[in-house]
């Protein structure tokens, strides 16, 4: 159908732009200040991009298509901090979010996810792939507010990203 089509990407389009965003906010920053927890709470820039690595990779394998590929490195449980190099994490959320994209790509807005979320409200509310779209989008937004916040403490910067 033309209209879920077009739907589909205006999804696209818009999760594509705040993964952009994502990396734009960061760009120049050297590995010191992508290691530095600037906020009480201690995670790190760096610690949050693998965060959304992960964030891609549990809502379009895990949940939606019901089986994650295995991860490249065993899974530390440090949230939002990382041992990894940048070009490690990086590689790893441009690597999951291409994996999104081919899932996204291969199947209608409707379809239904084969895995489940574990916890309420977001288990409910993911419904369909439109859903987790659409979560993801407000996942990456809400994260790249963060990165802007720390961007701006860190060194001072602000209106980075491409609008």
Known sequence: MVTIDMEKAALCEFLTYQRAVIRAILAD???????????????????????LGHAERHWFQEVFRGAAEPLPWPDEHTPLVTTRTPSQVFGFYRDQCEISDAIIAAAPLTATPVGRHPEEPLASQTTDLRRIVLHVIEETARHAGHLDVVRELLDGRTGLGPR
């Open 29 to 51: 920053l050297d590995e010191t200040s992508l290691r530095t927890p600037v906020l009480p709470s201690g995670w790190s820039p760096l610690g949050l991009v693998e965060h």
